[in-house]
């Protein structure tokens, strides 16, 4: 929308255009049957139009390209470009022209000239011509400033200036979820699983450029969108990255806290920052646009004073016959040091072998133990590792550790793979 002051007698005439992409022209088809009254009227009309496809007549696209008849739309993450041309209306040469665009947002005002230098003089029936480019950051109102001022042949000093307003819209809709892992082997390493929901809620289909994640110092990233297929590496999208209108795609990333932060307990914990999504698509014609998310942010969930997680596990063991895991003590406090003894409860299904009531020694803080344990299951099918017991001596407080991992006890004249 065009808002102007007060027309002015000028020598210079301003003209400002929007440059995009042109499209493809459509037609709409108008046949019908031989033994109808036109007979082959309508269908040689068409053959003969030059802006169908040769042999296909009667679809609505033709060969040829159509130049922007509007302003359209513009979608934030976008490459807003404009052409601005003054033009000497006059029989008078004028001096000193200084032609300024600037870009009024609600937040700022941006100076988008290529030069801040006047020309020195302008003949009649010329012209000064410029081309800006701005890449779209903010959503809402935004005004183009044209600015012109020169000074006559009587050396008097001109101004004038024109407002363009329009509206930037936002192109996709993204939501994000994050998900601990289930496993307990996993969360040893605080794997977290992000999904990231993104709609295309323009009204034309876009292109999937890229889709990726930049974690945060804290982590490294494994993108889950492909799979591998004959030695090769395919998205689970297809082949084809088209987003429709409306339409929603969800992407996957697993993320595993690097090794200098997974070993100190008590880094990672409260409000962490994971990283942001970095969004590239194409629409019509290859119109590129970009889109960065601010800083995702996750509450790492707790563990308390102690945490006990799990190293290694078999998934299969025999029945009556005793196996191992490993597991690993921290002190997740950061000021006090621990005591520890260690108890094993028995439960109906799951008994340990070895000493209990032992003492494990002192554990300092944001420090960690492996320790290597023994048990038996007298009982097949799915069971539920339970009953260990940690006990700070320093403050008589026990921690009770139940449901750690689960296990496949199977009898012993079945063969367990290795």
């Not at 363009?164 to 936002?170: A, G, M």
């Not at 969800?250 to 595993?256: A, D, H, M, T, V």
């Not at 690993?328 to 299904?349: A, F, G, H, Q």
């Not at 407080?397 to 012993?412: F, K, L, M």
């Amino acid at each position: 929308m065009e808002v102007n002051p007060p027309k002015q007698e000028h020598l210079l005439a301003l003209k400002v255009m929007r440059l995009t992409k042109p499209t493809l022209f459509t037609n709409i088809p108008v046949t019908c049957e031989e033994k109808d009254l036109p007979g082959d009227l309508f269908n040689q009309l068409m053959r003969d139009d030059p802006s169908t496809v040769n042999g296909a007549e009667i679809l609505m696209l033709g060969e040829m390209l159509t130049l922007p008849q509007n302003f359209g739309n513009i979608f934030l993450g976008e490459t807003f470009s404009s052409y601005i041309s003054v033009h000497n209306d006059s029989n008078q040469v004028v001096k000193d022209i200084l032609v300024k665009a600037d870009l009024q947002t609600s937040s700022q005002r941006l100076n988008l000239s290529a030069s801040n230098a006047a020309v020195a003089e302008l003949k009649p029936d010329c012209c000064i011509d410029d081309v800006i480019h701005h890449e779209v950051k903010e959503i809402g109102t935004h005004i183009l400033v044209c600015a012109v001022s020169y000074t006559t042949q009587g050396g008097e000093k001109m101004y004038f200036r024109k407002f363009f307003k329009f509206q930037v819209l936002k192109p996709l809709d993204v939501k994000t979820k994050f998900y601990n892992a289930e496993s307990d082997l996993s969360s040893v390493t605080d794997e977290v699983f992000l999904e990231a929901q993104i709609q295309n809620i323009t009204t034309s289909p876009m292109f999937m450029e890229k889709v990726s994640l930049e974690p945060s110092i804290m982590y490294n990233v494994t993108e889950l969108n492909s799979v591998t297929q004959a030695g090769e590496c395919v998205s689970t999208f297809g082949s084809r990255g088209y987003l429709q209108p409306m339409d929603t795609r969800q992407y996957l990333y697993c993320l595993k806290p690097k090794k200098e932060f997974a070993e100190k307990a008590g880094i990672i914990k409260g409000v962490t920052v994971i990283g942001k999504l970095d969004i590239v698509w194409k629409t019509n014609l290859g119109e590129r646009g970009r889109l960065q998310t601010s800083q995702l942010q996750r509450m790492a969930p707790g563990y308390g004073d102690v945490r006990l997680s799990l190293e290694a596990i078999p998934d299969t063991v025999n029945l009556e016959e005793p196996f191992r895991i490993t597991c690993k003590i921290t002190n997740c406090s950061s000021e006090r040091t621990m005591d520890l003894v260690l108890e094993m409860c028995n439960t109906n299904s799951i008994h340990w072998c070895g000493i209990s009531g032992r003492q494990l020694g002192k554990l300092h803080p944001s420090s960690s133990l492996c320790l290597a344990l023994t048990l038996l299951s007298s009982v097949q099918g799915l069971q539920s590792i339970s009953g260990l017991r940690l006990t700070d001596t320093f403050l008589k407080r026990t921690y009770e550790y139940d449901d750690i991992a689960q296990v496949c006890v199977v009898s012993s004249a079945v063969e367990v793979e290795a």
